[in-house]
């Protein structure tokens, strides 16, 4: 069973808008992660948050993890029509090598 | 929603063997499948995308005579792992798509070579 939930399922806005996407999982991780997804390809690894860590940067993207709540956040700032794609994340559970995805939000980008 | 399933969840195999996975889309007509395999704690890499009929068009790095894979209709795809050795065990996890729309995962394949 896919154990992240991403919220909105699908988002649409302006370019130069934030762009603000949840995830919700359910049992204790190793990390979490966060993926882009263009129409037509393969998925793009975007960040890499470990369990004791809360806030990750990387360009225009920011990522946040409450591991009391079991949530993160990906927040794209000053987005750009280029940015029009699918975000999937991803857990890792505790004491499994495994990889777990949500069902993504949609976020469309418009010029 | 969609259901994407792989199997098997896990195997053990002998080196020198091959495995076989399986991806099937249970309601719907996956156009596109994608492999990915993942080493533990780090992100998924991309291997191949497979279009239903067509060979897969694999990433760089990727040998595709050592990671076969066979998409011969629109709701299977499989990967073998030839001749299997210790550094192929890995997480391998296909995601299948219908024209370009949403993606759905498989649970994903343990695999571990001894």
């Known amino acids: 069973s896919q154990q992240g939930e991403e919220d909105p399922q699908a988002l649409s806005i302006q370019e130069g808008e934030n762009a603000t996407m949840n995830c919700s999982y359910k049992t204790s991780i190793n990390n979490l992660q966060w993926y882009r997804q263009n129409s037509g390809r393969g998925l793009v690894h975007l960040i ?6 809360r806030e990750k940067h990387s360009g225009r993207l920011r990522v946040t993890l409450d591991t009391s709540k079991k949530s993160s956040s990906l927040l794209i700032t000053a987005s750009r ?4 794609a699918s975000y999937f994340c991803a857990t890792e559970p505790s004491g499994y090598s495994t990889l777990t995805f949500g069902k993504g939000t949609m976020l469309l980008v418009s010029p | 929603g969609a259901v994407v399933s792989q199997h098997p ?3 053990i195999c002998k080196s020198g063997t091959s495995v076989k996975i399986e991806c099937r889309s249970l309601d719907f007509q996956a156009t ?7 080493f533990p704690k ?5 291997m191949a995308t497979s279009n239903e009929g067509s060979k897969a068009t694999y990433e760089q790095g990727v040998e595709k005579d050592k990671f076969l894979i066979n998409h011969a209709s629109l709701t299977l795809s499989t990967l ?3 001749s299997a050795h210790p550094e192929d065990s ?5 995601s299948a798509t219908f024209r370009n729309t949403e993606a759905f995962f498989g649970q994903g394949t343990r695999l571990t070579v001894v």
Do not use: H, K, P
């Open chain 1, 48 to 53: 890499l948050i470990r369990s004791n860590e």
């Open chain 1, 81 to 84: 029509a280029a940015d029009t």
């Open chain 2, 9 to 11: 969840s896990r195997v």
């Open chain 2, 32 to 38: 596109t499948m994608f492999w990915y395999r993942q």
């Open chain 2, 42 to 46: 780090q992100s998924l890499m991309l």
């Open chain 2, 80 to 82: 073998t792992v030839t």
């Open chain 2, 90 to 94: 890995s997480f391998y996890i296909c």
